[in-house]
């Protein structure tokens, strides 16, 4: 039986994540991963038991890193401002610094993979931000909304703004870069919304 390699495995992990960014989770295959990397398909079955082994898998294992770093000095008992304003700098942290696994992460959480992806690795990090949101409404920080409309309003500028800076233009097609002007202007209107 054939030993595992850390370092081949890193090297599969980090050129399907790649190829799943450029080619889209239908159009990825095992036989082109393994032929990106240079190794057999057989060596790719050492580490994955098969291609849903493999995106699932590493889709767990990338969001499992985000929820990680937005838990980053982070608690529940944090006044909500100061709570926000933590899990936005968590989120573009992580979003600017591992640009290529965050995009490849939402891919992955709007494919046939998604759900069973977000389910694995989602409970405490549901748990805490639930009880986060209750204890700001409980303290009058945060006006009492569903979580669907939180999250929206909470995160949708930030994701709205990252994405321009990722694709390096704005709506009107004009060079767009995010900085903390954007960031703390964007941050201050969401707070006048969701707080009373």
Known sequence: MRTRDTN???????????????????GFGMNRLAKECGVSVATLYIYYSDKEDLIRKIGIEIGSNLFNKMLNGFSPEMSFKDGLRNQWENRIDFMLNFTLEATCFELLKHSTYGDAIVEEITGDFKQIMSQFMLSAIEKKELLPV???????????????????HREGKSMSGKPFVFNDDLKNEAFNLVLKALTP
Do not use: H, N, P, R
């Open 8 to 26: 081949k495995e890193e090297i599969v992990k980090q050129k399907a994540i790649e190829m799943i960014v450029k080619q889209g989770v239908e």
């Open 146 to 164: 569903t979580f669907e409309v939180f999250w929206s309003i909470a995160y949708g500028s930030l994701y709205s703004l990252l994405e321009l």
